[in-house]
């Protein structure tokens, strides 16, 4: 039987919070409703980028992050005229302040009580402790979603999220998946664009179109450790730093992060067993056509948005949590051995009740 379920996703690009609405069983069923983005004011854009250069989390920011969450609820269920009465569960992933699976370490912010108290709802948070717990990574969670909303096309296939983040969910024949973050995604171009502009991001990849990619520049990018790890395998929002590109100019600096980081998907293509037809982009980095250039080059296979299939790229995440609050309720998998390293399929989550 399907519940109603509202998703909640604050990447770390940390422009705002998605909500989405579904209906879904937390197995094969699954309806998309309205979705919404609330961005972030720039205070607590502030804020929070505070928290998480710093890794000092205060009461008062967690409280902050959780009434948006519980705003973004109340706008969503104003654009779907309902009551929290008629929604059954909320998926509350929080905001990703630290995340070190070597240590064992992960920490996404957000009073999963108190979003429950807020809106009347039941919540469902935390959803990367027990994973870490066992011995896997914490992330990615999202390949068995994706697996759910591409049952019907063609294998093998990969979906690429370019969030804060970059990461591969490798969808083949037999319900076989594999899934691992490949490098950075947003999260260098906007942390530079912000050094240097006091801009959010290259809106649409505008500047990093007119720039050229520095190859000594980028090679120092890609010699980083990470990518000579096995998979599963994860990554911190900052493990990655602008040092080798602090003497480009502004142009040519968020090029070669563009270079860098659909050189990095590239760099993941031996560990995946078999080589995808398709590729399909969702994040908020597909909409950088620079960035989208820059992976047709390294790829050389056919790159499509989501979107040409069917799905939405701005809501699929907050779907995602949505969907595996179901299963959390349920005890069913979010995570397997080939996405996050766990030694079993694993279920995950907190549940808060609103009463």
Excluded at 174 to 180: E, G, H, N, P
Excluded at 282 to 307: F, P, Y
């Amino acid at each position: 039987m399907y519940k109603k379920v509202i998703g909640l996703m604050s990447g770390t690009s940390m422009d705002g919070i998605d909500a989405a609405f579904l209906k879904t069983d937390g197995l094969s069923y699954f309806e998309a409703g309205e979705t919404i983005t609330v961005p972030y004011t720039n205070d607590l854009r502030e804020k929070l980028s505070e928290v998480v250069f710093s890794g000092v989390v205060s009461k008062t920011i967690e409280e902050l992050i959780t009434v948006s969450h519980a705003d973004a609820i109340n706008q969503i269920l104003a654009k779907t005229n309902s009551t929290s009465n008629e929604i059954d569960l909320i998926g509350f992933h929080g905001h990703t302040v630290f995340h070190n699976p070597a240590k064992k370490k992960t920490l996404q912010i957000g009073d999963g009580n108190l979003l429950a108290k807020l809106t009347g709802i039941d919540v469902v948070c935390d959803f990367r402790s027990n994973d870490l717990k066992h011995g896997g990574q914490g992330a990615p969670l999202v390949p068995l979603f994706h697996q759910a909303v591409t049952s019907r096309l063609t294998k093998p296939l990969a979906i690429l999220n370019l969030g804060g983040v970059a990461n591969i969910t490798w969808l083949g024949h037999q319900d076989k998946l594999i899934a691992f973050d490949t490098g950075p995604g947003n999260a260098l171009l906007d942390d530079f664009m912000n050094f240097r502009l006091g801009k959010k991001q290259d809106t649409g990849g505008e500047l990093a179109l007119t720039g050229n990619v520095d190859q000594v520049s980028l090679s120092k990018l890609l010699s980083h450790s990470y990518f000579l790890e096995k998979a599963p395998k994860s990554l911190d929002r900052n493990e990655f730093d602008l040092t080798p590109i602090s003497k480009l100019s502004t142009a040519d600096g968020v090029a070669t992060l563009c270079a860098f980081t659909a050189k990095a998907v590239g760099k993941c293509l031996h560990l995946l067993p078999e080589t995808p037809k398709v590729w399909l982009i969702t994040g908020g980095g597909r909409h950088n056509l620079a960035l989208l250039k820059e992976l047709k080059n390294s790829l050389l296979t056919e790159v499509k948005l989501v979107e040409d299939v069917g799905l939405d790229g701005d809501a699929l995440e907050a779907q995602a949590f949505g969907y595996l609050a179901q299963r959390s309720v349920l005890g069913l998998p979010l995570s397997l051995p080939s996405t996050t390293g766990v030694p079993h399929p694993l279920s995950g989550g907190l549940i808060f009740r609103a009463s």
